[in-house]
């Protein structure tokens, strides 16, 4: 079924709630009478607090340990900058590793997994069930975006791809969360992107990052090429909300334009720039429409999938849902930006279509071309032990210090 056909099927005639009465319980997770998508907590208020408290240790351990590697490697970049930008990617793999992990362990769920004919042939299921991503290294990757958690999946999709990618993603952020301590400045150690929202300014920041993301580089046979890259934007610029969706709703009867029922439209500014700029080094726009199990029509993810439902009281999502799309950058209008803003918002509609479909069948619709029915793993790594990787770069240079300072000890006599 192509998303054309489904925006022609008859919406249901109960009509979905509007967004100012959507928003006004702000928290329906709490209200008693409405029951959580994922049932009941699993753990109790103490074992809440241990899982809070292990989570805390592990993540704040293994970004800590992630922040000094990348510290250590800061040198190279006045060595080589090619050799401190591939130490980096390591070091953005570590922390793809880290969510990954952290989500396997804590709060496990379904990821089912579909698409058009566009992405036949890439996707597919190893024997041992997880899922493998054909796609290609250098991409613009756009989704609708439901909860904070988006990237987190989108990340481990990276991770899932082959070769794999965990290590080449790109996000754009407030710029608010530069100032986060270690966060921050590791963030803009794997070359991250921080915007104020102001395009006056931003551009020519944005600008100066897609510079050196299109950048190409020489083997050593002479041979011309592009690192690898999957550019990750949200062009609806932030997490679905009632506040989001009255604002959608507002700028949508201001502008004359139909609004969506399940997600926002989406501003077209920031990725127009992006591919305008990006255009002959990016073939394709991978687009991921996704949506958590158990939501109901009208309500928003962040009301009940939080951090601490989701890994702390044992209540992640029963299943998280994507529909995959690919589109040629070549047969995307980027002549000027009216063009392209109609192109991004038809494809805004699709995915509300996609979206409507999933409310009202539970599914998205099966794989349209190759693999049938739809396939369904979970976010986990190959390997039990790949958690090591995360510590393993600080344990190098620690092991190594050890031994220089052994090494000089051993020279030089001690008074």
Same mark, same amino acid.
């Given at each position: 079924?192509?998303?054309?056909?489904?925006?022609?099927?008859?919406?249901?005639?109960?009509?979905?709630?509007?967004?100012?009465?959507?928003?006004?319980?702000?928290?329906?997770?709490?209200?008693?009478?409405?029951?959580?998508?994922?049932?009941?907590?699993?753990? &109790?208020?103490?074992?809440?607090?241990?899982?809070?408290?292990?989570?805390?240790?592990?993540?704040?351990?293994?970004?800590?340990?992630?922040?000094?590697?990348?510290?250590?490697?800061?040198?190279?970049?006045?060595?080589?900058?090619?050799?401190?930008?591939?130490?980096?990617?390591?070091?953005?793999?570590?922390?793809?590793?880290?969510?990954?992990?952290?989500?396997?362990?804590?709060?496990?769920?379904?990821?089912?997994?579909?698409?058009?004919?566009?992405?036949?042939?890439?996707?597919?299921?190893?024997?041992?069930?997880?899922?493998?991503?054909?796609?290609?290294?250098?991409?613009?990757?756009?989704?609708?975006?439901?909860?904070?958690?988006?990237?987190?999946?989108?990340?481990?999709?990276?991770?899932?791809?082959?070769?794999?990618?965990?290590?080449?993603?790109?996000?754009?952020?407030?710029?608010?969360?530069?100032?986060?301590?270690?966060?921050?400045? &590791?963030?803009?150690?794997?070359?991250?992107?921080?915007?104020?929202?102001?395009?006056?300014?931003?551009?020519?920041?944005?600008?100066?990052?897609?510079?050196?993301?299109?950048?190409?580089?020489?083997?050593?046979?002479?041979?011309?090429?592009?690192?690898?890259?999957?550019?990750?934007?949200?062009?609806?610029?932030?997490?679905?909300?009632?506040?989001?969706?009255?604002?959608?709703?507002?700028?949508?009867?201001?502008?004359?334009?139909?609004?969506?029922?399940?997600?926002?439209?989406?501003?077209?500014?920031?990725?127009?720039?992006?591919?305008?700029?990006?255009?002959?080094?990016?073939?394709?726009?991978?687009?991921?429409?996704?949506?958590?199990?158990?939501?109901?029509?009208?309500?928003?993810?962040?009301?009940?999938?939080?951090?601490?439902?989701?890994?702390?009281?044992?209540?992640?999502?029963?299943?998280?849902?994507?529909?995959?799309?690919?589109?040629?950058?070549?047969?995307?209008?980027?002549?000027?930006?009216?063009?392209?803003?109609?192109?991004?918002?038809?494809?805004?509609?699709?995915?509300?279509?996609?979206?409507?479909?999933?409310?009202?069948?539970?599914?998205?619709?099966?794989?349209?071309?190759?693999?049938?029915?739809?396939?369904?793993?979970?976010?986990?790594?190959?390997?039990?032990?790949?958690?090591?990787?995360?510590?393993?770069?600080?344990?190098?240079?620690?092991?190594?210090?050890?031994?220089?300072?052994?090494?000089?000890?051993?020279?030089?006599?001690?008074?």
């Amino acid at each position: 079924m192509t998303t054309s056909e489904l925006r022609q099927r008859p919406r249901p005639t109960v009509e979905a709630p509007k967004a100012d009465l959507a928003a006004k319980n702000t928290n329906p997770a709490l209200d008693p009478k409405i029951g959580h998508p994922s049932g009941e907590a699993k753990y &109790g208020r103490f074992r809440s607090l241990v899982r809070a408290f292990t989570v805390f240790l592990y993540f704040g351990t293994g970004i800590l340990t992630i922040h000094i590697s990348q510290i250590l490697g800061a040198p190279l970049y006045l060595i080589n900058r090619e050799l401190y930008d591939a130490y980096m990617s390591l070091t953005k793999a570590c922390f793809g590793l880290l969510i990954t992990t952290m989500t396997q362990w804590w709060a496990p769920t379904v990821i089912r997994i579909s698409g058009d004919a566009s992405v036949a042939g890439q996707l597919s299921l190893t024997p041992d069930g997880r899922v493998q991503c054909n796609f290609p290294e250098r991409m613009v990757l756009i989704a609708n975006h439901q909860i904070y958690t988006d990237w987190l999946y989108l990340w481990w999709v990276g991770y899932t791809s082959n070769p794999q990618m965990h290590g080449h993603i790109f996000i754009i952020l407030k710029e608010s969360l530069k100032w986060i301590p270690i966060v921050g400045p &590791g963030c803009m150690f794997i070359g991250f992107i921080f915007l104020s929202r102001k395009m006056a300014v931003d551009r020519p920041r944005l600008a100066h990052r897609l510079e050196k993301l299109k950048t190409r580089r020489t083997d050593p046979n002479g041979k011309s090429f592009l690192d690898p890259m999957w550019l990750l934007l949200f062009p609806e610029g932030t997490n679905l909300s009632g506040n989001g969706r009255r604002k959608s709703a507002n700028w949508a009867e201001k502008s004359g334009l139909k609004d969506g029922q399940h997600l926002m439209l989406p501003r077209s500014t920031g990725m127009y720039f992006c591919l305008t700029e990006l255009k002959g080094t990016v073939d394709y726009v991978y687009d991921c429409t996704v949506a958590y199990e158990g939501i109901p029509r009208g309500g928003y993810g962040e009301d009940y999938f939080t951090l601490s439902s989701t890994y702390f009281q044992g209540r992640p999502p029963k299943s998280v849902n994507f529909y995959w799309r690919r589109f040629a950058v070549a047969d995307i209008p980027l002549e000027n930006q009216e063009d392209f803003d109609k192109w991004l918002r038809e494809r805004w509609y699709e995915k509300d279509a996609l979206l409507e479909h999933y409310v009202s069948t539970g599914r998205f619709p099966a794989n349209d071309a190759g693999t049938k029915g739809h396939l369904e793993t979970e976010v986990r790594t190959e390997y039990w032990w790949e958690f090591i990787k995360i510590y393993m770069m600080a344990g190098t240079f620690g092991l190594m210090f050890n031994i220089l300072l052994k090494v000089v000890r051993f020279i030089v006599p001690r008074g």
